[in-house]
């Protein structure tokens, strides 16, 4: 719902700045299609997805319960508690409106945590994700590589080649970046696509609004496998699921986003 939500909601928008020189997509722009997307994801997997998935009762002796003990009242640091609130509302309040660009309000707001004493200095440092970091920025040379060499525009070219009608480019890219979203990082899937949105887009003269947009929900369509995204794999072993049940309980919901996705963000976004 928001362009800090997930990785290729940063993507796009950044590719939408620097590579074609327009404007972004707003904060909560992306709530346009989050909002329905998530009701009817919600209502698929509370009536249909989880028929699919394994119905026995969890083990309990199998669960640690020491794993689950909150953190004890000594550790918290309650007098902190206010303060963190209000720097986190500020932090999202610049981003929303515009006040602060997304990353000095991030910077910012990552510093101020630090100097106001909510995290120490090596509390902050341990919990960035360096690998996600390293992935992210590792990607962004592929990406520009896949424009630079024109692999981006050979295979815009192909599909302009066979798809002429708008619905169905969207479509395609949607499909396609579903798919392999579900086998590798939705970061770097977003990052691999986006090139190749905006010269299929270029190519067929549409705008590049709605493919991009739909480059980037696809790539957060990680249903279908317990690799796809960290949460899959986080509740893989507490739920004793098998890598066949994300296959039965994802693709209906993988379906209604695709359809929801393909009768939305033409209205949002027209070509």
């Known amino acids: 719902m928001t362009v800090i939500g997930t990785p290729p909601n940063g993507i796009v928008n950044g590719m939408l700045h620097d590579t074609l020189s327009l404007q972004e997509f707003g904060f909560f722009e992306f709530a346009k299609v989050g909002i329905p ?77 630090v100097v106001t004493g909510c995290v120490t200095m090596k509390e902050a440092f341990q919990s ?8 992210f920025a590792g990607m962004l040379p592929m990406s520009k590589a896949m424009e630079d060499t024109g692999a981006a525009k050979l295979i815009a070219e192909t599909v302009v080649a066979h798809v002429s009608s708008p619905y169905m480019i969207l479509g ?9 979203t579900n086998f590798m990082s939705n970061t ?45 794999t986080i509740v893989l072993g507490p739920a004793n699921y098998r890598f066949v049940d994300y296959v039965k309980a994802g693709w209906p919901l993988q379906l209604v986003s695709f359809i929801v996705s393909m009768i939305v963000i033409p209205i949002f976004w027209p070509f």
Do not use: H
Request: hydrophobic share 60%.
């Open 37 to 113: 997307l998530t009701i009817v994801g919600i209502a698929t997997m509370a009536f249909i997805g989880f028929r699919f998935l394994p119905q026995e009762d969890l083990k309990r002796e199998d669960i640690d319960v020491s794993e689950l003990k909150d953190v004890p009242d000594e550790q918290l640091r309650k007098d902190k508690m206010w303060i963190a609130i209000v720097i986190f509302a500020f932090v999202v309040a610049s981003m929303a409106t515009g006040f602060i660009d997304l990353e000095t309000a991030a910077m910012l707001g990552a510093a101020l945590v």
């Open 128 to 135: 960035v994700s360096w690998t996600t970091i390293f992935l």
């Open 172 to 180: 395609a890219v949607f499909i396609v970046t579903a798919i392999i």
């Open 188 to 232: 770097a899937t977003a990052a691999l696509f986006g090139p190749i949105a905006i010269a299929i887009a270029k190519g067929a003269g549409v705008s590049p609004y709605p493919i991009l947009m739909g480059v980037a929900i696809a790539a957060s369509c990680c249903f279908l496998t317990p690799i796809a995204t960290p949460p899959n």
